[in-house]
């Protein structure tokens, strides 16, 4: 898994690609609890996500959940179709705020 | 008599999920499953493989997965053995999905991607024995 952050528009855009699973999930999950505790917006890129089990997700939830307590407006963008199949298996797609592009979050 | 498909021993550890995936896959791509099917399966597998390394055999103690897949006519036929104490499986339930919470999706996944799931009786020397089926037919 690779990852970045970046400031735009205001928001911080964590992007995300490879796989994120039980290797990878507890960096996934530092990096968006540290963007929530950081910008008052947080966009999650998941577009280059090629494979997301329910660690990845869990680490979604608990930064989405963490984000609702603070007042940060938390979003996902770009879900490709990995993403988001587990998303709708898991009815976390009526859950999550999801933007089909990054200019739609900004 | 099934046909094997592929045999795959690996340690119990998260670094090791991705190759075992990717084998996986592979060989299912290979037997004529569609991708979506695939991807389906491979995310079953993998659940049911972290399940091992976080609950079976937990924090601080080693040991191997074993995964088997057979074909069976229009059903694949998937076998997943650890050395790990033996679990209660009648503790071993899905949540309630309007419980939003980080965690727990594992067993729902699995049993929503494969058509049927239970533990089996484990062979001497063995911990826990997994079967899970998928029709592809």
């Known amino acids: ?106 | 008599m099934g046909e094997p498909l592929l045999e795959l021993r690996f340690p119990a550890r998260a670094a090791e999920l991705k190759p075992a995936r990717h084998a996986v896959k592979e060989v299912l791509l290979a037997s004529g499953c569609a991708d979506a099917v695939a991807r389906d399966i491979v995310l079953a597998l993998d659940e049911a493989c972290q399940n091992v390394i976080r609950y079976a055999y937990g924090p601080g103690r080693e040991g191997d997965i074993s995964l088997t897949i057979e074909r069976k006519g229009d059903e694949l036929v998937f076998v997943l053995t650890d050395w790990a104490p033996r679990i209660d499986p009648s503790k071993v339930r899905p949540r309630d999905l309007n419980d939003v919470r980080p965690g727990g999706l594992g067993t729902f996944l699995i049993q929503e991607m494969m058509d049927d799931v239970e533990f089996v009786d484990p062979p001497p020397g063995c911990g826990n024995v997994l079967r899970m089926v998928k029709r592809i037919g």
């Not at chain 1, 963007?35 to 280059?48: A, E, Q």
């Not at chain 1, 609702?68 to 490709?80: I, Q, T, Y």
């Open chain 1, 1 to 106: 898994m690779e990852h970045s952050v970046r400031e735009e528009g205001g928001a911080l855009v964590a992007c995300f690609s490879g796989e994120v699973d039980l290797e990878h999930s507890p960096t996934a999950r530092q990096v968006l609890l540290d963007c929530v505790d950081r910008s008052s917006k947080v966009l999650v890129d998941l577009s280059g996500v090629e494979y997301i089990d329910s660690s990845g997700v869990a680490s979604l939830v608990e930064a989405f959940q963490k984000a609702k307590k603070s007042g940060v407006e938390f979003a996902l963008v770009s879900l490709n179709d990995s993403a988001r199949r587990v998303l709708e298996l898991a009815r976390l797609d009526k859950v999550f705020t999801i933007y089909d592009t990054l200019a739609d979050g900004l």
